[in-house]
């Protein structure tokens, strides 16, 4: 199949899940993932229609897309991936949507660098939801007290949560315990899902889902 072909059939899934789980047809937006996949990979997609993206390393990002932004209209750049405190700069400059936001160094960071630079990005707050020492994401626990310090401290505007269940467990709990989370927050926006397991996302409530290898194949 073609990347354009996959590209069909996965949003032909999400559509089919947000009709079983009774949601608004639209309502939930596919991140297509492009990490590792190199500028000529992606412009298939870009072609087609598709025009979110997620990528998970700032330079890697900023070595194909500041091209492909220029060459195409309307795309919207999310990172995914962890964000370390001396990339904040290039990834208020570049991308649209930081989807993980974790510690305060980050969220300080990001909050003087988008004063600096008059631009800003969309901001996601990464939980951890299974508690994973190796994994990247405020604790479920300290979540709403990290929204609140992001808000009130920082002046910074949360949009919503995103999450990563782990890779051997049903991530149904997980997206519940992420919906939870976002309601006591205040916040209606959910990243979560991915190839394996966004249909199930979507039926707990994602509003977007981030989905790579079934898009672009295995990397």
């Given at each position: 199949?073609?990347?354009?072909?996959?590209?069909?059939?996965?949003?032909?899934?999400?559509?089919?899940a947000e009709e079983e789980a009774k949601r608004d047809p639209g309502c939930v937006q596919l991140v297509a993932v492009s990490k590792t996949f190199?500028?000529?990979?992606?412009?298939?997609?870009?072609?087609?229609?598709?025009?979110?993206?997620?990528?998970?390393?700032?330079?890697?990002?900023?070595?194909?897309?500041?091209?492909?932004?220029?060459?195409?209209?309307?795309?919207?750049?999310?990172?995914?991936?962890?964000?370390?405190?001396?990339?904040?700069a290039d990834a208020v400059a570049l991308f649209d949507v930081i989807e993980t936001v974790d510690r305060e160094k980050i969220a300080r960071a990001?909050?003087?660098?988008?004063?600096?630079?008059?631009?800003?990005?969309?901001?996601?707050?990464?939980?951890?939801?299974?508690?994973?020492?190796?994994?990247?994401?405020?604790?479920?626990?300290?979540?709403?007290?990290?929204?609140?310090?992001?808000?009130?401290?920082?002046?910074?505007?949360?949009?919503?949560?995103?999450?990563?269940?782990?890779?051997?467990?049903?991530?149904?709990?997980?997206?519940?315990?992420?919906?939870?989370?976002a309601t006591e927050c205040g916040l209606d926006r959910l990243s979560m899902g991915m190839s394996g397991d966004y249909e199930t996302a979507v039926?707990?409530?994602?509003?977007?889902?981030?989905?790579?290898?079934?898009?672009?194949?295995?990397?």
């Amino acid at each position: 199949m073609s990347i354009e072909e996959r590209l069909d059939e996965v949003t032909a899934k999400i559509r089919l899940a947000e009709e079983e789980a009774k949601r608004d047809p639209g309502c939930v937006q596919l991140v297509a993932v492009s990490k590792t996949f190199d500028a000529e990979a992606i412009r298939p997609a870009l072609a087609h229609g598709q025009r979110v993206f997620g990528e998970n390393r700032v330079q890697e990002a900023q070595g194909k897309w500041p091209d492909l932004k220029g060459e195409f209209d309307g795309v919207e750049l999310h990172l995914i991936g962890p964000l370390q405190s001396n990339k904040a700069a290039d990834a208020v400059a570049l991308f649209d949507v930081i989807e993980t936001v974790d510690r305060e160094k980050i969220a300080r960071a990001l909050s003087e660098e988008m004063l600096k630079q008059g631009r800003h990005p969309k901001l996601y707050v990464q939980v951890n939801t299974g508690n994973e020492p190796q994994k990247a994401g405020i604790a479920p626990e300290e979540a709403l007290a990290f929204v609140g310090l992001c808000r009130n401290d920082l002046g910074l505007t949360i949009e919503g949560l995103m999450c990563i269940p782990p890779a051997e467990e049903n991530p149904g709990p997980h997206f519940a315990l992420l919906q939870k989370l976002a309601t006591e927050c205040g916040l209606d926006r959910l990243s979560m899902g991915m190839s394996g397991d966004y249909e199930t996302a979507v039926a707990f409530g994602a509003t977007s889902v981030r989905v790579g290898s079934a898009i672009f194949g295995s990397r």
